[in-house]
């Protein structure tokens, strides 16, 4: 299916602003956990660059930081991408699971939350970084893996849930055939991701401005990583390749800052804004030295002009496009 009915519609702009009872998965959890927490020293053995925090398993995998700053501002995501989805965690036709995987769970603030409204559900989520609370659901684990390894799961998934791994992945197309491996035959998959270039619907988008230089800087130096920082666009495809039916496609706009005239769409933007002012550092210190040789002052200049520009540009109605695809694992045909 394509994009659902309205994704295509311009963003008016506001001119007053320029079968298992879950038991055997519960003791597969406890066995994971016991694995996680023995492996836990030096997996938080964080090394610093820059002034950030990033990874220390599988150190370099992962270009973005793992510190505080970081961790709050994709907890503020969170909440924006939930309310771009109608106050929902995922957009799939499924609620009667028993077992569930967030794959690159950052602060675990979605299998948290899914937990919480599914409590009859095991949820498990994994990242590089043992960074997510303690006091959570107790039908919620949290495990060190990293995803773009081979997995090593025993007992199949009802539901594998991905979001906002842009500039993090390598191979999207065996991640993607991984998670069908591991679902039960008539189990979903939910992919959620970006494409992260700008644009404005009314070309007030300004192709000389630092905000535009940065964006292809960005491009450049995930793609130069190996890592591929505009997935969204490109899940349809993979979800299909990898042998999954029912596949479904929405793009949603995210505008980035105030502008628009619908109050819904206001109040993303503000959220958006806000998120994108802190994550232009995260997503840029450790590509632009690795990759493009920068020193850190010369980062840290390009990103404060660019904060200059979104935050005082009112006339560049800026945008980017999120993507939403889920799709089902055939059932056995008895």
Request: charged share 25%.
């Amino acid at each position: 299916m394509s994009a659902a009915a309205g994704d295509a519609e311009p963003v008016e702009v506001d001119p007053q602003v320029l079968n298992d009872d879950g038991s055997s998965f519960a003791d597969f959890f406890e066995q994971r956990s016991s694995y996680t927490t023995s492996c836990s020293p030096s997996v938080t053995r964080y090394p610093l660059e820059n002034g950030r925090r990033y990874h220390a398993f599988k150190h370099g995998s992962y270009p973005l930081p793992n510190d505080e700053r970081e961790q709050e501002r994709l907890n503020m995501a969170h909440h924006m991408l939930r309310k771009a989805l109608g106050d929902r965690l995922f957009l799939a036709p499924c609620d009667k699971f028993h077992r569930v995987l967030d794959i690159g769970t950052g602060t675990g603030i979605w299998s948290i939350e899914m937990g919480d409204l599914y409590p009859q559900a095991e949820v498990l989520g994994n990242d590089l970084s043992p960074v997510q609370p303690t006091w959570v659901p107790p039908n919620v684990k949290f495990e060190v893996d990293d995803i773009e390894s081979r997995w090593a799961f025993g007992i199949p998934f009802d539901f594998v849930f991905s979001r906002a791994l842009s500039c993090a992945i390598s191979d999207w197309p065996r991640l993607v055939k991984q998670a069908y491996s591991n679902l039960r035959p008539g189990g979903w998959v939910e992919f959620q991701d970006f494409d992260i270039e700008y644009y404005a619907e009314d070309g007030s988008y300004d192709q000389s401005s630092n905000t535009a230089k940065h964006t292809r800087l960005l491009l450049e130096s995930a793609r130069k990583a190996g890592k591929e920082p505009c997935p969204g666009p490109k899940l349809e495809g993979w979800v299909r390749d990898a042998g999954f039916k029912n596949v479904t496609h929405r793009k949603i706009k995210l505008p980035i800052g105030p502008w628009p005239k619908d109050e819904c769409q206001k109040d993303l933007g503000n959220f958006n804004l806000t998120q994108t002012l802190e994550g232009i550092e995260a997503y840029s210190m450790r590509l632009f030295t690795s990759e493009l040789r920068w020193e850190q002052e010369e980062v840290e200049v390009l990103c404060a002009k660019v904060r200059a520009e979104l935050k005082h540009q009112k006339s560049a109605n800026l945008m980017y496009d999120f993507h939403v695809v889920y799709g089902q694992k055939p059932k056995l045909i008895s």
